[in-house]
């Protein structure tokens, strides 16, 4: 009897704006980011700008949360919309440690595939937020959605190829004549790394909300 009566209630809606709104953030932190690496790029702007954008998602985020406790029924369980919110937060929250681990070490020249990682994160946040307003309506939807998942997935293993072969290139150039570059541009590469990895744990939320209700 109480399927039933959720069933007839309508869903709130308005997750999925913030949702939306959430994938957003992520988006621009991604391509602030990018443009941190840029030949001649203003680094303390666009570290300033990822901040921003982080501290916008944090703002969502707490929305997210407060609307989960005061909804009487939402569009699915209430432990997936968190762990999904959790996720895409520490996604954006992992750029901003990144631009910070970059003004900290003063870094104002990166390597090729410190570029190419950069390139991938701002893949990552676009697919992420394309898949988020599709949870909307998961049947019609439930092919794309898979899709999308999957090329996140795929994004994350080319990051992956990229930190090993950024990680070689580096310590060929400095890991015998300049141990402290190769320290910092290591964890530069750490940083990115791990971007793209929350974008992974992003991807693998949505699937776990598919499966689940489909």
């Known amino acids: 009897m109480l399927k039933l009566f959720s069933a007839l209630m309508p869903k709130e809606e308005r997750f999925f704006d913030m949702f939306n709104r959430h994938g957003q953030t992520l988006v621009a932190g991604a391509e602030s980011l990018r443009a941190m690496?840029?030949?001649?790029?203003?680094?303390?702007?666009?570290?300033r700008k990822v901040a921003q954008h982080e501290h916008e998602a944090d703002l969502v985020a707490a929305e997210v949360m407060t609307a989960v406790h005061r909804t009487f029924i939402t569009p699915f369980d209430r432990i997936d919309i968190q762990e999904l919110t959790s996720s895409l937060?520490?996604?954006?929250?992992?750029m901003h440690k990144t631009s910070k681990a970059v003004t900290l070490y003063d870094v104002t020249k990166f390597?090729?595939?410190?570029?190419?990682?950069?390139?991938?994160?701002?893949?990552?946040a676009k697919l992420t937020l394309e898949a988020l307003p599709l949870l909307n309506?998961?049947?019609?939807?439930?092919g794309r959605l898979?899709?999308?998942?999957?090329?996140?997935?795929?994004?994350e293993e080319k990051s992956d190829e990229l930190f090993d072969k950024g990680m070689k290139a580096l310590f060929q150039t400095y890991g015998e004549t300049s141990p402290m570059k190769f320290i910092v541009g290591a964890e530069i590469y750490d940083h990115l790394e791990k971007v793209v990895d929350r974008f992974e744990d992003v991807a693998n939320r949505i699937s776990g909300i598919v499966i689940e209700h489909m």
């Open 137 to 142: 309506k998961m049947g019609p939807n439930v």
């Open 111 to 124: 390597e090729p595939a410190m570029l190419e990682m950069a390139d991938t994160v701002v893949q990552a």
């Open 146 to 155: 898979n899709a999308l998942t999957a090329e996140i997935v795929r994004v």
């Open 37 to 47: 690496m840029e030949p001649g790029a203003d680094v303390q702007e666009q570290c």
């Open 89 to 94: 937060d520490d996604a954006i929250d992992q």
